[in-house]
């Protein structure tokens, strides 16, 4: 009988012990993936109310969501579409998939390269119609892809909210993006002029709130250029005609 030491019981004792391990490994990745898909989904949607400065504590997220839905729009004719499962659509996949996004080229303002052909937004309707309605935003800031919301109040001009979710810009520089304060500076900004121009701009500095375009524009971020004007490009990008503008104009005509 080999003795214990032997070469062959070795191998086989790794072998069972690498057999046992990934079988346990595998169980765990598949029994986890709904779990996982639930925070993720979850994780979302308190994004999302985040940004529409709707999120309160002490009520559950499911519920406070229940109030919105969510809706496909057609980035090429700005109205709703049914041409995808809103429940699954994956928007940050189709926006790198060359058959589900478009080259955006020299339109490429928020340097995100392709623009997903659906996007997904999220409408908050209230007792006397359309309270709010709720965009993704992406684009680079300095060091990463920004991602994240911005909401418009119901007449899709005044800024309800804006927040990013993902991005990897310098904590204490770029990273103020998710400073409290700086956020709440957006809240109430118009987004276009009386002539329905887009207007909505980062500036370098402070804002002087004597001065009439005050309204559409936010103090950057000092020391954080660069991340500052990836949010200035991003929010053009979007708030235009390359973004939602064609949306905006749809749903204000009541033709979305
Ligand atoms: C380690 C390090 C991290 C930085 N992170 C950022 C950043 O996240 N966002 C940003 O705009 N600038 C960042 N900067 C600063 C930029 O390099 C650049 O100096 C700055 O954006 C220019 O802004 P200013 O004109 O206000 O000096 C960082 C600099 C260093 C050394």
């Not at 214990?4 to 072998?15: E, H």
């Not at 911005?150 to 520089?173: I, K, Q």
């Not at 500052?228 to 390359?242: A, E």
Request: negative net charge; charged residues 25%; hydrophobic residues 40%.
């Amino acid at each position: 009988m080999a003795s214990n030491d032997s070469t062959s019981k070795t191998i086989i004792v790794a072998l069972a012990l690498c057999i046992v391990c990934s079988v346990i490994v595998s169980t765990a990745a598949v029994m986890l993936r709904p779990a996982q898909q639930a925070n993720k989904d979850l994780d979302r949607k308190t994004n999302i109310l985040a940004a529409a400065g709707m999120l309160q504590e002490g009520v559950s997220v499911e519920e406070q969501f229940s109030s919105i839905s969510t809706r496909a729009v057609d980035m090429a004719t700005g109205k709703f579409t049914d041409a995808v499962d809103v429940a699954t659509y994956d928007q940050r996949k189709a926006g790198k998939n060359p058959a589900m996004s478009d080259d955006l080229g020299d339109a490429d303002l928020a340097k995100i390269g392709r623009r997903a052909k659906y996007m997904l937004v999220y409408v908050v309707e209230g007792d006397s119609g359309l309270d709010k309605v709720i965009l993704p935003i992406k684009g680079y800031g300095l060091w990463s892809t920004l991602y994240g919301f911005v909401a418009l109040e119901s007449d899709l001009n005044t800024v309800a909210g804006l927040g990013f979710y993902d991005h990897a810009e310098t904590p204490g520089l770029g990273g103020e993006v998710d400073n409290p304060i700086w956020k709440a500076k957006w809240i109430g900004k118009k987004s276009y002029d009386a002539e329905n121009k887009q207007a909505l701009t980062v500036i370098k500095g402070s804002v002087d709130s004597s001065r009439p375009e005050a309204v559409h524009q936010i103090d950057g971020l000092s020391g954080a250029t660069l991340t500052s004007k990836g949010v200035d490009n991003l929010i053009k990008f979007w708030m235009g005609k390359d973004g939602f503008a064609p949306f905006l104009a749809n749903l204000r005509a009541g033709e979305a």
